[in-house]
């Protein structure tokens, strides 16, 4: 059971393909299942599913930036994705165990490697899981 494999579900539907004996099978999904141990119907093999709900993927993206909050304060975090409309990030473990970023508080990026990857705007903290964040953009401002 080592096999680990992303699917994407589109209407609450997947396609399943075995990665031992590349058999298809389409199943229906459940809207509250993230993952599922699937039995290929040819080989047996068991394979652990991960279920991919986005409507657009990730790109996966690594790198170090700036975060700036509302009260000024910058923290180094690092850059784990970007989707279309919003980044998952890493911050440092001190700074998730004082808990200063807080779900619904605005953020802005500075990234010195690459300025055009974040663009200029404010982004509002959605998801804060630990060290993991999520951020979406929520509005644009010019200089």
Not at 101 to 121: A, D, H
Request: glycine share 10%; aromatic share 6%.
């Amino acid at each position: 059971m080592g096999n680990i494999v992303n699917f994407r579900v589109i209407n609450n539907r997947m396609q399943f393909r075995c990665p031992k004996c590349g058999a298809k099978r389409n199943f229906p999904v459940q809207g509250n299942i993230r993952k599922k141990n699937m039995r290929c119907h040819k080989c047996g093999k068991i394979i652990k599913c991960v279920l991919n709900r986005r409507i657009a993927p990730r790109q996966l993206q690594s790198g170090i930036a700036t975060m700036i909050t509302n009260e000024g304060k910058e923290i180094s975090v690092n850059i784990h994705d970007i989707s279309a409309d919003g980044i998952g990030i890493d911050i440092p473990i001190t700074i998730a165990r004082a808990r200063t970023i807080k779900t619904g508080q605005k953020v802005r990026f500075n990234c010195k490697w690459n300025p055009r990857l974040l663009g200029s705007g404010y982004f509002m903290v959605i998801n804060n899981s630990g060290q993991r964040i999520g951020v979406k953009k929520v509005a644009t401002f010019s200089l």
